[in-house]
C-alpha cells in the first residue's frame, strides 16, 4: 500500500462566486464551474473542488464556517486502494463513488478519501538565458498541492498520530512536543505532507500548500494577491522545519493557502527527529516594511503553521 500525495481538496464555501475569484488570482487553472460546484486543476493533476456549504452530500465537518471538507489522497495503484478499503473499512464505515474513489473520516472525524492518483507533477527545469534579461511573469502558477495541515486538540496528538502511522503507514519526520508533527506519505519523498499542530487547541483546517518554482514566483504572486485586495496571514520567509520557503494568504473558503519552494526531501535511511522545542517558526521573514529580519519573525506577526 503506497499513498503518494494529496490528490485534492474538497472546500464547503459560502459564496461561489468569491472563492472562484480567490483560486483563479491564485493562479489555478479552473475545470468547470457552476451555481454550486467549481473545480481547478494544476499540471499535477490534483484538483481543488468548491462545493456550497449548504450540500447535503458533502462530509460533516468538526468546526463550522467555510473550510475544507474533505482530504482526498492519491495512491499508486488499484491494489492499494483495496488495500485501504479492507483495513478501514473493519472499524468505521467507507463509501465508494462511481469513480472508485473511497470516502470515510480520520480518528478525529475529519473527513477523508482515497483514489488512484491521476498524473504527477511535472519536472522543473532552469534553461540558460543568453542574451535573454530576467522577465518572469507576474503573478504564480502553482505546479502541485505539497502538504495540508490542520490544527488539533493537544489531547488528540498521539491518536491523530497513530491513524495515520498505524493504519495509513505515513512516516514521522519531526515531532515537537510543544507544537505538534510533521508527517509524510509513504510514497512521497517531501518532508512533510501533513502537519498535525497544537496551537491554537481546537479542531480546525489550517492550510494547504502550493509549489511553485522558486523564491521570484512566491513573491510575483504575493504582489499579485495583493494587487487584488487579499491579505496576507504572514510575510514571507523560510521556515526552519521543512526548509521551505513560504508566503500565506487568509482564503475566503477556509484557513490560508500557501506558496512554496525548495522543501526538504528525506528518502528512507533519514531518522526521525524529536524536540521537546520546536526549534521555531522561520530562519528569517521579511517584516512590512520589507525588511529581512533574522532568526524568526517580526514582533507581533501572526505565525501559522510549516
Not at 6 to 35: C, H, N, P
Request: charged content about 25%; hydrophobic content about 35%; glycine content about 10%.
Amino acid at each position: 500500500m503506497k499513498i503518494n500525495r494529496v490528490e485534492s481538496l474538497i472546500y464547503g464555501v459560502g459564496d461561489m462566486d468569491i472563492g472562484v475569484r480567490y483560486f483563479q488570482d491564485w493562479g489555478l487553472q479552473q475545470k468547470s464551474t457552476s451555481a454550486d460546484r467549481s473545480e481547478f486543476g494544476m499540471p499535477s493533476g490534483q484538483t481543488v473542488v468548491l462545493r456550497l456549504a449548504t450540500d447535503a452530500a458533502l462530509p460533516k465537518s468538526p468546526f463550522g464556517g467555510p473550510t475544507v471538507r474533505e482530504v482526498v489522497w492519491g495512491v499508486d495503484t488499484q491494489a492499494s486502494l483495496k488495500e485501504l478499503h479492507d483495513e478501514l473499512k473493519r472499524d468505521r464505515e467507507v463509501k465508494v463513488d462511481a469513480d472508485g474513489t473511497l470516502h470515510t473520516h480520520d480518528d478525529l472525524g475529519f473527513g477523508i478519501g482515497f483514489r488512484v492518483q491521476n498524473g504527477v507533477a511535472p519536472a522543473r527545469t532552469e534553461g540558460a538565458r543568453m542574451n535573454k534579461p530576467y522577465d518572469p511573469p507576474r503573478s504564480a502558477s502553482p505546479q502541485r498541492m505539497g502538504h495540508v495541515v490542520y490544527s488539533i486538540k493537544r489531547a488528540d496528538q498521539q491518536k491523530a498520530a497513530d491513524f495515520y502511522m498505524k493504519r495509513l503507514q505515513f512516516r514521522m519526520t519531526d515531532h515537537t512536543e510543544d507544537l505538534g508533527d510533521f508527517m509524510r506519505c509513504n510514497g512521497s519523498n517531501d518532508h512533510h505532507n501533513l502537519f498535525f499542530l497544537k496551537a491554537p487547541d481546537f479542531p480546525a483546517f489550517n492550510h494547504v500548500a502550493f509549489e511553485v518554482r522558486d523564491f521570484d514566483e512566491i513573491i510575483f504572486g504575493g504582489k499579485n494577491m495583493r494587487s487584488k485586495n487579499w491579505k496576507p496571514y504572514a510575510p514571507p520567509g523560510r521556515h526552519i522545519l521543512g526548509s521551505n520557503l513560504f508566503w500565506y494568504f487568509n482564503n475566503p473558503c477556509g484557513g490560508q493557502t500557501e506558496y512554496f519552494a525548495d522543501m526538504d526531501l528525506m528518502d528512507d535511511n533519514f531518522k526521525t527527529r524529536n524536540w521537546e522545542k520546536t526549534p521555531g517558526y522561520s530562519m528569517w521573514t521579511i517584516d512590512p516594511g520589507d525588511t529581512v529580519v533574522e532568526g524568526g519573525r517580526p514582533p507581533g506577526a501572526p505565525q501559522p503553521a510549516a
